[in-house]
Structures are given as structure tokens and as C-alpha cells.
């Protein structure tokens, strides 16, 4: 199993940006497609963003496309997901997670990190 250590949330106003970082360790990403999600309080958590091992592939939730970008550095075992244009409904707990397939929207696995808090303020 991959352990992932999630950080770069914080408080925000909305409009503003934010860019989650996260690290694998104990092993490496490798070639796994590796997505985002999140959870509000009281909800389910859902997907946000999922992208291929070489980085050619990237998709999104409807709710954040066109504002939020996923990207990797498979040298540094770390994923990113740059937030911008914030709103409030985007306040949630934020993990990241290896997918099953590309193109999926489900985890591999229930091995889930801390996540990290975003919070975005009107």
C-alpha cells in the first residue's frame, strides 16, 4: 500500500487560490493513476480530479473543472492540485488516493491519509 501525506490547505477567501500537495511514501505512485477528493461536513466524500501516471490524462468533477488543475512530479512522488477562483461550497477536507483505473472515480483501496483543510470564506 502506498501512504500518502496530504498538506497545503488553509483558510482562504473565496476567490482566492490554493495549491494541495501530495507525497507518497513507503512506495512510490509508480504507475498508478492517482486522483483528489474531498468531504464536507455531513456529506459523502467525492471525487474532485484524477490524472494518469505520464500526466497526459486529466479529468475533473463538473464542480471544479476549468478552476482547479491536477498535475505530478513522478520524480518527487508528490502530486499537486492548484485551486483557483475558490468558493465557499468548496470548503472540505481534502485527500488524495490511487485510483482502480484511469478514468475512474474510485479509490483503490479505503487507505485514506489525514487530508488536509481547505476553508473558504465568503
Known amino acids: 500500500q502506498v501512504q500518502v501525506v496530504e498538506s497545503g490547505g488553509g483558510l482562504v477567501q473565496a476567490g482566492g487560490s490554493l495549491r494541495l500537495s501530495c507525497v507518497a511514501s513507503?512506495?512510490?505512485?509508480?504507475?498508478?493513476?492517482v486522483g483528489w477528493f474531498r468531504q464536507a461536513p455531513g456529506k459523502e466524500r467525492e471525487f474532485v480530479a484524477g490524472?494518469?501516471?505520464?500526466?497526459?490524462?486529466?479529468y475533473y468533477a463538473d464542480s471544479v473543472k476549468f478552476r482547479f488543475t491536477i498535475s505530478r512530479d513522478n520524480a518527487k512522488n508528490t502530486v499537486y492540485l492548484q485551486m483557483n477562483s475558490l468558493k465557499p461550497e468548496d470548503t472540505a477536507v481534502y485527500y488524495c488516493?490511487?485510483?482502480?483505473?484511469?478514468?475512474?472515480?474510485?479509490?483503490?483501496?479505503?487507505?485514506w491519509g489525514q487530508g488536509t483543510q481547505v476553508t473558504v470564506s465568503p
Open positions: 488516493n490511487v485510483l482502480d483505473r484511469y478514468g475512474s472515480r474510485v479509490a483503490l483501496d479505503d487507505n
Open positions: 513507503g512506495r512510490t505512485f509508480g504507475a498508478s493513476t
Open positions: 490524472i494518469s501516471w505520464i500526466s497526459i490524462g486529466t
